[in-house]
């Protein structure tokens, strides 16, 4: 995951800022200013867990500043940052299916589908739409952002390539239905090629 500052004077660990930024958008932050006040409100002891460095031994860990928090998160490559959590999620997944029998797990399943963000907005006031692919167990493994110049089936491709899709049927909604296998244009499509019969496990009505 690249760091987008500079290598002097970092204080704190890049992994270290982000997980705070995920701990207070899980309870509730909805702004940067909310998120830096959420660290800063954190107890030395969720700070140390979640990798702050420890300067001072009597002190503890220290929350970033408000101007640190933005100024990262303002500057993260968001691509490069849901392809590390989604690698992340998949190998996961992958572990725990490994430990059930080969014959009692059904066939390995993602849907890809777009959503537009609610309350988010880029600079010059477009709303920000994602195209996201989940397992069938609820977990995505890989998000992209549609740029306002392009659509959803330029990202559809780019989305799946950094995934193992061996032995996994992927399906999608209308607005992908160029997929980027041998299959003919439909909605499901496995990742060896052929065309089964599948539904989607998630509902792409709420657009």
Same mark, same amino acid.
């Not at 500052?5 to 958008?25: K, N, Y």
């Not at 992958?94 to 993602?110: K, T």
């Given at each position: ?15 270290? @800022? ?15 200013a ?6 800063a409100?954190a107890?030395?002891? @969720? ?9 001072e ?5 220290v929350?970033?500043a ?13 691509d490069?940052?849901d392809?590390?959590?989604? &690698? ?14 080969? &014959?009692?797990?059904?066939?390995s399943?993602l ?6 963000v ?25 998000q ?8 959803e ?7 799946l390539?950094?995934?193992?899709l ?19 244009p ?8 052929? &065309? ?6 998630w509902?792409? &009505?709420?657009?």
């Amino acid at each position: 995951m690249p760091d987008p500052r500079r290598g002097h004077g970092r204080r704190h660990p890049l992994a270290f @800022v982000l997980s705070l930024a995920a701990c207070a958008v899980l309870a509730g932050a909805k702004s940067l200013a909310a998120i830096a006040e959420w660290a800063a409100d954190a107890p030395p002891h @969720v700070l140390a867990r979640l990798g702050g460095p420890c300067r001072e031994p009597d002190r503890g860990p220290v929350a970033p500043a408000e101007a640190t928090v933005r100024r990262i998160l303002q500057r993260i490559d968001g691509d490069a940052l849901d392809t590390a959590v989604g &690698s992340w999620l998949a190998g996961r997944e992958r572990a725990a299916g490994q430990e059930e029998n080969d &014959s009692d797990r059904p066939l390995s399943s993602l849907a890809v589908d777009g959503k537009t963000v609610r309350g988010a907005r880029r600079t010059h006031g477009t709303q920000v739409h994602l195209l996201a692919a989940m397992t069938g167990t609820g977990l995505v493994t890989a998000q992209r952002e549609v740029d306002g110049k392009t659509n959803e089936i330029t990202v559809f491709q780019p989305l799946l390539a950094p995934l193992d899709l061996h032995g996994t049927v992927v399906t999608s909604t209308p607005s992908t239905r160029r997929p980027p296998t041998r299959c003919r244009p439909s909605r499901s499509c496995a990742a060896d090629g052929s &065309s089964p019969p599948a539904r989607s496990p998630w509902n792409a &009505s709420t657009r």
